[in-house]
């Protein structure tokens, strides 16, 4: 149960490190958004990033061309190297799968399930001390991991 929460959120971790950091993914978001003030007469500062899920969507009235088509190409004109993006955001996927609420309702029980072990530890130490100490390390042990999954 451990590694269905810490893995997506490592993937997250690095999808987040890699749009920020990523030449690539901010290339296309300049020309998506000079190419979108263009087309709409704005001058936006920005946009949401889901829009550009739809640039492959959006096409041209003369050659059927998405915008992302055209985007790409204007980037590579400028003689600019690109990464490939469905390499650097590889976890990408893993991400959009996970559902976050779930992730910290699971991080949740984790947590009521340690605390109620730790009251069951309480009553076991009156009777067995080999017993008590051998679930004492667990629980702080788990307790620990679960602290730290929730950084």
């Known amino acids: 149960m451990?590694?269905?929460?810490?893995?997506?959120?490592?993937?997250l971790a690095k999808v987040i490190d890699k749009v920020k950091t990523s030449n690539t993914f901010r290339l296309i978001s300049s020309y998506?958004?000079?190419?979108?003030?263009?087309?709409?007469?704005t001058s936006s500062k920005g946009f949401q990033l889901d829009y550009l899920t739809k640039l492959r969507d959006v096409k041209d009235t003369q050659t059927k061309k998405s915008l992302l088509h055209h985007i790409v190409r204007n980037i590579l004109e400028g003689d600019v190297v690109m990464e490939d993006m469905a390499k650097e955001f590889e976890d990408f996927g893993i991400v959009s799968r996970t559902n976050i609420d779930e992730l910290q309702s699971s991080l949740g029980k984790m947590e009521d399930e340690c605390k109620r072990s730790m009251g069951y530890l309480k009553i076991v130490a009156k009777y067995e001390e080999d017993t008590h100490q051998m679930i004492n390390v667990f629980l702080v042990d788990a307790t620990k991991r679960i602290l730290n999954m929730k950084k």
């Open 32 to 41: 998506t958004l000079v190419i979108g003030n263009l087309l709409n007469g």
């Open 2 to 11: 451990e590694d269905e929460i810490t893995q997506p959120l490592k993937c």
